[in-house]
């Protein structure tokens, strides 16, 4: 299997499938682990475990009726790169075990590994690896493989702290039902850091959340799954982020947050509502503040020609409804091509929101990371003019003690 490396500098590698399997000489068995690899991460920043776990924990299965019952604990260890609580330069590798992997569970996949489950990704990996593709829990077209996603943004995050960059994301839809957001005004940044985290869906406007959570309920008594949108917010981007042609940052963000399983649109700023606008109503027109450029709208949600403009970058993603629900469906078995009849019974969340915004949030923290890597590498071959200054000296430095 190719493609499980993202980033060019900053490189952040995973591996490990939903279920797994562990071979030692002594003994083999179900239950593997997701490994993450990070290169790139420089020697002698102090990794605070503490919250590597804290943004492995947003996306930890079994904490409300929401999300799937798996109970995993998604304990990291981290097993390479680290010398005395320093990184050491070397790849830091962090291990997340798969705890919950009982017979009962693996018996219910294996009762149906050979039926497509409409909406998931079996028939297009069993075209790609035939029989010998993983059938247990989707293998590594689980969800399950996005902890390990987490955990390299977890390194990112900490290392765009020491610059004054956060990435925080939140639930902005779900099954139809709209919250106020950062991306048409309705919402201020300050806002949506109050109010994150603060209910089961982790949408940051309070009232919207409530008549979500109590309707996605009554989805899931209904034997169904529900889709949604999640809003993406990096701010203390320095200007000038990104490389003007094929490397533009929106590019990078885009292919970090597109190789996400379930998403389905990917929206920048005002997104598609810019097709219906004139240039007078979508253009952000710019003044001076405090000796600076700032900009009186954000419809173009911080990316111009290629590069960031020094204004927050507002993402938003579409999330289709989990592919696997009680309700029977008509699907096919894949060796004896047999119509069939499908009622999944496995765990599944009910929405896949409340557990996708804390990997958007890690695949922008590796791009934006990456991006600024790129961009200092090239500076310091290149000793070209001043302006690259902007991106080797941190604007903004965060209150946080690394
Ligand atoms: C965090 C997360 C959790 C997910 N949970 C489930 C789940 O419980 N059940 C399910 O059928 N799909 C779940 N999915 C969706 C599948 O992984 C995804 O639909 C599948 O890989 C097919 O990819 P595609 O939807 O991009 O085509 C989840 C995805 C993510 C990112």
Request: a neutral charge; proline letters at 3%.
């Amino acid at each position: 299997m190719l493609g499980n490396t993202f980033g060019r500098i900053f490189q952040v590698t995973t591996c490990g499938e939903s279920y797994g399997w562990h071979a030692t000489t002594e003994q083999s068995g179900w239950g593997g682990a997701i490994l993450t690899i990070v290169n790139g991460v420089p020697a002698g920043i102090r990794l605070d475990v503490a919250r590597i776990q804290q943004e492995l924990d947003k996306r930890r299965p079994g904490q409300s009726k929401l999300d799937s019952p798996r109970k995993e604990t998604d304990r990291v260890e981290i097993v390479s790169g680290l010398g005395q609580g320093l990184t050491t330069g070397a790849p830091v590798g962090l291990l997340i075990r798969n705890v919950d992997t009982q017979d009962s569970h693996i018996e219910q996949y294996r009762a149906v590994k050979d039926v497509i489950r409409p909406g998931h990704a079996e028939l297009n990996f069993f075209y790609k690896y035939g029989e010998h593709g993983d059938w247990c829990g989707a293998g590594r077209a689980s969800g399950r493989e996005t902890v390990g996603r987490v955990a390299g943004g977890a390194v990112a995050k900490q290392i765009l702290a020491r610059e004054g960059i956060e990435v925080l994301a939140h639930v902005i839809e779900s099954h139809g039902i709209k919250g106020r957001c950062i991306s048409d005004g309705t919402m201020i940044f300050e806002e949506m850091k109050a109010n994150y985290r603060t209910n089961d869906l982790n949408c940051c406007d309070l009232s919207a959340a409530e008549r979500m959570i109590a309707d996605l309920l009554k989805v899931r008594e209904a034997g169904d799954t529900a889709g949604g949108a999640i809003e993406i917010v990096a701010r203390g981007v320095p200007a000038g982020l990104g490389e003007p042609v094929f490397d533009k940052i929106k590019a990078t963000i885009a292919h970090g947050l597109c190789s996400i399983g379930a998403m389905t649109a990917l929206e920048f700023g005002s997104g598609a509502a810019a097709s219906r606008m004139l240039g007078s109503e979508w253009n952000d027109q710019p003044f001076v503040e405090a000796g600076r450029v700032r900009f009186h709208t954000n419809r173009c949600g911080g990316f111009l020609g290629g590069m960031s403009n020094g204004e927050d970058l507002v993402m938003r993603m579409s999330v289709k409804a989990t592919p696997t629900i009680s309700k029977q469906q008509d699907t096919v078995d894949m060796m004896t091509l047999e119509q069939k009849k499908l009622a999944a019974i496995t765990r599944r969340d009910i929405s896949i929101c409340p557990r996708i915004y804390p990997v958007a949030e890690a695949m922008v923290a590796i791009a934006l990371l990456d991006a600024l890597f790129l961009a200092r590498g090239w500076c310091g071959l290149s000793h070209l003019d001043k302006k690259w200054q902007n991106l080797a000296e941190p604007r903004h430095r965060g209150d946080y003690s690394i």
